[in-house]
């Protein structure tokens, strides 16, 4: 048996498949696909597969992190990629199948892009830039004991901000793994508390999932 991990994107249509239809989703390509995938043992036998990180519903992705074993060792990984992508829906590809090397424990931040459309992008901009510079930035987080304020602010890392005609695009580096996990939504509220200035978040993306050291997880 060898543990593999799939690197694969999830954009366009595909963005509204929820995290629990995602699961759904994928033990249907892996039947379809008829590939050696390793089951679990037990009266209701399923392939075995994890992802890395839940992905919000209406986010797209470049990056997201498939894990499954495969029952035959001289199997090409080229020939599972190809397979898989033959029976993939639209809007979700494999992008990468390699031998399982870091453990989903290293994951430390993940990247997302996103783009606040408004009528008033240098309004908006000026906005951002007095949020980032205050001392904390709380917001409401829901935890598996309830709902819970956080401080947001010692945890963003923004890597770029840009204003166009009709938005403020953005790079935005947060929290993410089993300790914490945030996501840009937390970063919308906390805007849209701050400012009275309509926007609205399109386009979001997760560009980037990255270990505590900084390293590229895959």
């Known amino acids: 048996m060898i543990r593999v991990r799939a ?12 995290h629990l239809d995602l699961n759904r ?9 008829k ?3 390793w089951y679990t043992e037990g009266f209701h036998t399923h392939p075995y597969y994890s992802f890395a990180l839940a992905l919000s519903l209406g986010f797209e992705s470049h990056c ?7 029952n035959d060792d001289d199997i090409s990984l080229d020939y599972v990629c190809d397979t ?28 997302y892009t996103f783009s606040l459309v408004t009528e008033r992008p ?31 602010k010692p945890s963003l890392d923004v890597l770029g901000m840009e204003k166009s005609a009709g938005s403020v695009d953005m ?4 929290p993410a793994g089993t300790e914490t996990n945030y996501n ?27 270990c505590k050291n900084g390293e590229v997880f895959s």
């Open 122 to 152: 240098d309004e908006l901009s000026d906005k951002i830039g007095e949020l980032l510079a205050s001392e904390e930035i709380l917001v409401e987080k829901k935890t598996k004991r309830g709902m819970k304020t956080v401080d947001i």
């Open 25 to 33: 989703c994928m033990l249907r390509i892996f039947r379809r696909s």
């Open 7 to 18: 690197v694969f994107e999830k954009t366009g249509r595909a963005k509204y498949i929820s």
């Open 184 to 210: 840009p939504s937390l970063f919308f509220e906390a805007l849209g508390a701050f400012t009275d200035i309509p926007f609205t978040p399109e386009r979001i993306c997760r560009t980037g999932i990255y």
């Open 64 to 70: 997201e992190i498939l894990d499954f074993n495969l």
């Open 35 to 37: 590939l050696p995938i």
């Open 171 to 174: 790079r935005l580096r947060l």
């Open 84 to 111: 898989l992508n033959g029976v993939m829906p639209e809007g979700m590809r494999i992008l990468s199948v390699a031998p399982q090397v870091k453990k989903i424990t290293e994951i430390g931040c993940a990247e």
